[in-house]
């Protein structure tokens, strides 16, 4: 994906996967049991968006910079996100309670530092704005910008994780954004990929 990690983020994925692996057991987390695809269809997967936007060390962006991740499941894409860029701010949005309890547990034990699990919108805390709200394989997109604009940076984008099959045709008419169709190969499956970025004009 074009990203350099450290030893310690590697170690990091590999505890990730350990602990997918052992809660996949008890629910429903993942149909994907498999280290190598696990690595290839979710890790590298989520971490596409640093190279879509062009932020190949995104270990370097500062601190104070947010991202909400909007029905994050088993955590994709947020906490690989996370990992590559540790210093940033992250929330993982999770209406289901095992798979929440389940993210409580698996930041706790990655050590990600200014991280939250919320089970709803209500949940965030008022006044915060996101510079980066993602969604994987969740609802509508042009839904889920109706519901979260209010919570996105006046220099914040939306990322969306979408098939090939989508059509981004209402997401294209949706005044005050630039709209990105970025096209990517995985890089063990070499299947095709598409992160579709809105990001605010100034």
Sequence with gaps: MGLESTPAQCRQFLSYIDLLLHWAE????????????????????SLALWPAL???????????????DIGSGAGFPGVPLKIMAPQI???????RQKRAAFLQVLIATLGCSHSQVVTGLSDLP???????????????????????????????CFAFYLSERQSIGVLQQI??????DYRYHLPLSAADHRLVILSRED
């Design 26 to 45: 008890k629910i429903n987390l993942t149909a994907i049991i498999d280290p190598e695809a696990i690595i290839d269809r979710h890790f590298c997967d």
């Design 54 to 68: 062009e932020l190949t060390t995104p270990s370097n962006l500062p601190g104070t910079k947010r991202l909400l």
């Design 89 to 95: 701010g992250l929330t993982l949005l999770e209406p």
């Design 126 to 156: 008022a006044g915060t704005l996101y510079d980066w709200i993602v969604a994987r394989g969740v609802g509508r997109p042009n839904d889920l910008i109706e519901q979260t604009i209010a919570f996105l940076a006046p220099s914040g």
């Design 175 to 180: 005044g005050g954004f630039t709209v990105i």
